[in-house]
């Protein structure tokens, strides 16, 4: 076996959504890639849990809007639970209410249903490295909603981790957990945080990380 054929790495997806030719066709076309490997499909957010009790994917795919549990309501609960899982959201919707619900659950990505087979492979891989995916037309929307503040100075490594833990949906607590930090330490990280990009809301800031560039 040759060393390229070692470092080369399956990611392990599993995907969700209602419709099933939509469903199938979106796992039809992943697994033109060599990269990719569809463990599971589950048709809502309900048989979903059962499934993710049985075997975690490395990424999973989840449709926003679906009968049962919805995909934002699976993602809260999922992060209610501590589960750190990369989520990417499908949508048909180019609504930037969605999206923001979705970066309050603590979703790592939003795409639109439409997109190339190369852009989801890519953005499938940038959350199993751990980034997050930002569909440009919904970030233009949400730009307009509010003004983005300069960022007023440059994060620390750990203030990095930690606003991509915030982007995660944690909490203080949590994220004191997942990097042995005492919840004080982590509660003035993120004061820093939100002061140097300058406002007081983390979801706010969630969004000018991914504006500038930072997560």
Same mark, same amino acid.
């Given at each position: 076996?040759?060393?390229?054929?070692?470092?080369?790495?399956?990611?392990?997806?599993?995907?969700?959504?209602?419709?099933?030719?939509?469903?199938? @066709?979106? /796992? @039809?076309?992943?697994?033109?890639?060599?990269? =990719?490997?569809?463990?599971?499909?589950?048709?809502?957010?309900?048989?979903?849990?059962?499934?993710?009790?049985?075997?975690?994917?490395?990424?999973?795919?989840?449709?926003?809007?679906?009968?049962?549990?919805?995909?934002?309501?699976?993602? &809260?609960?999922?992060? /209610?639970?501590?589960?750190?899982?990369?989520?990417?959201?499908?949508?048909?919707?180019?609504?930037?209410?969605?999206?923001?619900?979705?970066?309050?659950? @603590? /979703?790592?990505?939003?795409?639109?249903?439409?997109?190339?087979? #190369?852009?989801?492979?890519?953005?499938?891989?940038?959350?199993? !490295?751990?980034?997050?995916? /930002?569909?440009?037309? +919904?970030?233009?929307? =949400?730009?307009?909603?509010?003004? =983005?503040?300069?960022?007023? !100075?440059?994060?620390?490594?750990?203030?990095?981790?930690?606003?991509?833990?915030?982007?995660?949906?944690?909490?203080?607590? #949590?994220?004191?957990?997942?990097?042995?930090?005492? !919840?004080?330490? +982590? &509660?003035?990280?993120?004061?820093? =945080?939100?002061?140097?990009?300058?406002?007081?809301?983390?979801?706010?800031?969630?969004?000018?990380?991914?504006?500038?560039?930072?997560?």
């Amino acid at each position: 076996m040759t060393k390229n054929n070692l470092e080369h790495k399956i990611i392990n997806v599993a995907l969700v959504d209602d419709q099933q030719l939509v469903r199938q @066709g979106i /796992a @039809g076309l992943l697994t033109l890639s060599d990269d =990719i490997n569809i463990i599971w499909q589950a048709e809502d957010g309900e048989q979903a849990q059962l499934k993710l009790s049985e075997q975690q994917p490395d990424v999973l795919l989840l449709d926003i809007r679906m009968p049962k549990v919805s995909g934002i309501e699976l993602v &809260k609960i999922l992060r /209610a639970q501590g589960n750190s899982l990369p989520i990417l959201m499908l949508t048909t919707f180019d609504d930037s209410e969605l999206f923001m619900q979705s970066l309050q659950a @603590g /979703a790592n990505g939003f795409l639109l249903k439409d997109v190339s087979l #190369e852009k989801l492979v890519n953005a499938v891989k940038t959350l199993a !490295e751990g980034g997050f995916v /930002a569909e440009p037309v +919904v970030m233009k929307q =949400i730009n307009k909603g509010f003004d =983005i503040s300069p960022v007023l !100075e440059k994060l620390s490594e750990k203030e990095n981790q930690i606003l991509k833990l915030m982007a995660g949906g944690f909490s203080n607590k #949590e994220i004191a957990a997942s990097i042995f930090l005492a !919840e004080g330490t +982590v &509660k003035n990280h993120v004061s820093n =945080i939100l002061s140097k990009l300058n406002t007081r809301d983390r979801t706010r800031a969630v969004i000018i990380a991914l504006n500038e560039g930072i997560i």
